[in-house]
């Protein structure tokens, strides 16, 4: 009964049906915010890969809702391709203050999500999001994932997918955002051959060699990519994986050659990283070599723009630097001064030929 009622029965009389009506709206409340969180949850894709109505499959493992352990701080993390470099994961998982991971790739499944998660025990949770075409990277949940991690990894496979599945989406602003934000950010393989400021895109669907992108730098075969990511203290710089392994010296010297010739990159410098290898770049952008096979990192620059370069016609370049980077050595990427490095050459090319002044040491 109203309180009021003897003194004013008119007014308990509209007072009781508002109070109706405020049970009525709250209870309709209720109803409607279990229908928008079980949509919510009926909208999350299915965690053991298996949905491809989206245009990507998806795996997770952890806790999403966890709060993240420590603050997240800037990182790049440059991995030449092969095996998983367990102490580089180690710092990427610091810099990611332990917290939430997310995985992106355009093949493959979640292994790399078993080695952070199950393995290494080194963040709290992991989603691994494997893309099959570009309207993917415009989906709202997958976003929302980008924008909630503490730190985000580019797995191997090809990156001409990931330039015609990324570049110019809503992704894509999501990556930069990322690495604005202050949190790492780290590519292997092919996830490294786009972190560079001009890429080799592998767009026609090969992977150039050394003689071949030599012979014919200007050729369509050297598919060089640009625009896609912009990240500090690789604004110069062009990419390149697998490096000593499969002799990459002479075509990363024609991607620098070809990036100035297009107007891509002013001044370029190459930066290759060897297999279970990686570079771990710092916020004030020094860099540290992390290695399981004895690994390097090569910083390649030419000290004199005197390259000839021609339509169909084979490389010339008399004065290209090449510094090996290794373990106890420390790269500044805003000078490229290497402190303590392993070994300093300079390498020469006269029509499409390289020779090195002085022969590369053996990995110790």
């Known amino acids: 009964m109203c309180c009021n009622h003897r003194a004013n029965p008119r007014a308990c009389e509209v007072i009781q049906p508002m109070n109706r009506i405020r049970i009525g709206l709250c209870q309709r409340f209720v109803v409607l915010a279990c229908v928008l969180w079980s949509a919510a949850i009926a909208a999350q894709p299915d965690a053991g890969g298996a949905d491809r109505g989206r245009g990507y499959r998806y795996y997770a493992a952890g806790d ?11 990182g790049l993390m440059l991995m030449g391709g092969g095996d998983y ?18 995985i992106l790739r355009a093949s493959g499944s979640d292994d790399l999500q078993h080695e952070l998660y199950d393995r290494l025990d080194t963040v709290t949770s992991v989603q691994t999001f494997v893309f099959e075409r570009r309207e993917a990277a415009s989906d709202p949940f997958m976003l929302a994932a980008i924008a909630q991690a503490d730190g985000i990894f580019i797995a191997g496979g090809d990156q001409a997918r990931y330039i015609r599945y990324w570049k110019g989406t809503p992704l894509n602003e999501a990556l930069d955002r990322h690495v604005r934000d202050g949190k790492p950010l780290g590519g292997t393989s092919a996830g490294l051959a786009i972190l560079g400021s001009a890429s080799y895109g592998a ?36 990419t390149d994986s697998h490096f000593g392994a499969r002799d990459r010296l002479g075509r990363l010297v024609a991607f620098l050659a070809r990036a100035e010739h ?5 001044q370029p410098i190459g930066i290759g990283v060897d297999e279970n ?6 916020g004030d952008g020094i860099g ?63 029509a499409g030929e390289l020779a090195l002044e002085d022969a590369l040491p053996e990995p110790p």
């Open 64 to 74: 999403l809702q966890a709060p993240t352990p420590a603050e997240p701080q800037f």
């Open 85 to 102: 470099v367990e102490q580089a994961f180690r710092w990427f998982a610091e810099r990611a203050g332990r917290g939430h991971v997310v």
């Open 203 to 238: 767009l026609d669907g090969g992977s150039i060699t050394s003689g071949h992108a030599l012979s014919d730098p200007l050729g369509e075969a050297v598919t060089l990519d640009h625009d896609f990511l912009h990240l500090p203290f690789l604004a110069r710089v062009v």
């Open 262 to 266: 297009d107007g891509l990159v002013e």
């Open 277 to 282: 290898t990686a570079l771990c770049i710092d």
């Open 288 to 350: 540290r070599v992390f290695t399981e096979s004895q690994g390097r990192a090569w910083l390649v620059r030419a000290r004199e723009r005197d390259e000839v370069l021609g339509i169909a016609t084979p490389l010339s370049a008399q004065d290209v630097r090449v510094t090996l980077v290794g373990p106890d050595s420390r790269i500044d990427l805003v000078t490229f001064d290497v402190d303590a490095p392993l070994f300093t050459t300079t390498a020469v090319v006269n």
